[in-house]
């Protein structure tokens, strides 16, 4: 399952939200955990990195 950052624009607190594609799809409202605003931006996951590789 993909993980999301999120980083919100009120507290400036970033967290991270597990989504399936078909969640993601559906343009959720994230909620930022600690303010629970939903003015949260989407950052790009280091997780959807593929690092499989080993030299
Ligand atoms: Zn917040």
Do not use: Q, W
């Amino acid at each position: 399952m993909p993980i999301y950052e999120y980083v919100c624009k009120e507290c400036n607190h970033e967290f991270m939200v597990s989504l399936t594609l078909h969640e993601v799809e559906m343009k959720p409202t994230v909620r930022c955990p600690h303010c629970n605003s939903d003015k949260v931006g989407k950052k790009f996951s280091a997780f959807t990195a593929k690092t499989s590789k080993k030299s």
